[in-house]
DNA sequence: GTCTATAGTGCGATAGAC
DNA sequence: GTCTATCGCACTATAGAC
């Protein structure tokens, strides 16, 4: 389990995901010690985490805008001076929670994609990660789709980078499987475009998959055999 | 041309939408004349039109939530005291935004679908009407999916109505292609979904397919070509 | 029909006790 | 490390002049 790069097993990978969370909160904590006026490791990390939660989750409801300090001071049984403390102003805790969260995709994003040889092998990694993924940070997914808008210019383009290397990732093993002859040729960009359209569904409306009783495995298998046709132009039954 | 239900042409179709939209705002008015303080009509249904348009405009760039009604004066050179002739409050204005575009989505899409014989033809005219509206009201379009979700209970189940409503248009059709064998059998609701994935990528990722020069019309084709890989299971080339 | 001026409320942020 | 109390500000909404 040293390096498990590719878990298709969805309990597997939330395993993974969650050990590596709890690494992030510590790593944030470590980085922004200048900023963080709480001393002790351990109660700082476990703040910062029940805070991280609370601000996604009242963010869900109404956005992070409409979301005011003393909503989040119930939520976490905080007081206002106490979360001070852990932040500089509401604004920062929304660009740190954002780094957090991107620092978590690229990460895992890297780990699954190593060690997959063929086209069609990186293709399922690539899909199956990104889609497992969206589903243990649901709550993060959702908070950078809507809160990206309302940031400042640097991080709004940071987002935009964001966006397009994960699509690049996907539009460069659509060019490998066409030049090996694994897929038929296309518009690798526009394809790869639809594949997150595709992965952004499941966390942007997921209440409806839900109602349908679809699990996150069951959605992977369908949009994997969608993109196959795609890009095969052939069906597999 | 006196009625044109499915317009390919997309120059053709947004002569038609502009047209809707002027009897909509007619519609709104004479509907909240007893909210509405403004008796002439026509000052009236232009200062309307004035406000939505500048309402939509600010909160994409910051949301509603954070849009003042100062910023409002300012984008539409209204007072403060003269806005409020036309709402009883900002919650009441976002109410009638998504009100008006509901109705609007709704009539355009009944139109486009009326006097479509096989299954292939309606698929085709309801993703270009469907997309090529969410191009002429882009704003609105994009407006609803961020602002849906800070509503009340009643006006959020009619965006999840709306959302299954347009879901089902499309797996009727494509279940109906299926029954006369001009479609491969399949999953009808989730090939549907994917549908309505693809077409909203198109408004809440235009500034990718506007940096890729990709026109609204080039996005049709490629989705409809991705779709009925999807569906005939066989490469169209 | 539109304006200016202002009431009233709730916010983000801070100071200082414990 | 966390609390309570409070400051100053910006907001929505309204009243009344023109």
């Keep these: 389990m040293s390096s498990s790069p590719a878990a298709t097993d969805f309990g597997e990978f939330k395993k993974l995901a969650l050990l590596s969370m709890e690494d992030i909160c510590r790593d944030i904590y470590r980085e922004n010690r200048d900023t963080i006026k709480i001393k002790k490791e351990h109660v700082a990390v476990k703040n910062l985490a029940l805070i991280f939660d609370a601000t996604l989750k009242l963010s869900a409801r109404k956005g992070f805008q409409a979301m ?31 780094q957090q969260g991107r620092r978590i995709v690229k990460r895992m994003l890297e780990e699954a994609m190593s060690g997959n040889a063929g086209a069609l092998e990186k293709l399922h990694a690539a ?74 569904d499941w966390y942007l409306k997921r209440w409806k998959y839900r109602q349908r009783g679809v699990s996150v495995e069951l959605y992977g298998d369908f949009i994997i055999s969608a993109i196959e046709k795609i890009i095969m132009g052939t069906s597999k039954n």
């Excluded at 899909?127 to 959702?142: I, N, P």
């Design 127 to 200: 899909v199956r990660t990104h889609l497992y993924l969206s589903e243990v940070l649901q709550g993060w997914f959702f908070f950078a789709f809507m809160e990206t808008k309302n940031l400042g210019r640097e991080e709004q383009k940071a987002a935009m980078a964001s966006e397009l290397y994960t699509e690049k990732v996907f539009s460069d093993i659509l060019d490998e499987g066409a030049a090996t002859g694994v897929f038929a040729a296309g518009d690798s960009a526009f394809t790869a475009s639809l594949i997150k359209a595709m992965l952004q």
């Design 68 to 98: 005011g300090l003393r909503d989040l001071c119930r939520e976490t049984s905080l007081s206002m001076g106490a979360l001070y403390s852990y932040f500089t102003g509401k604004d920062s805790l929304l660009d740190i929670i954002l």
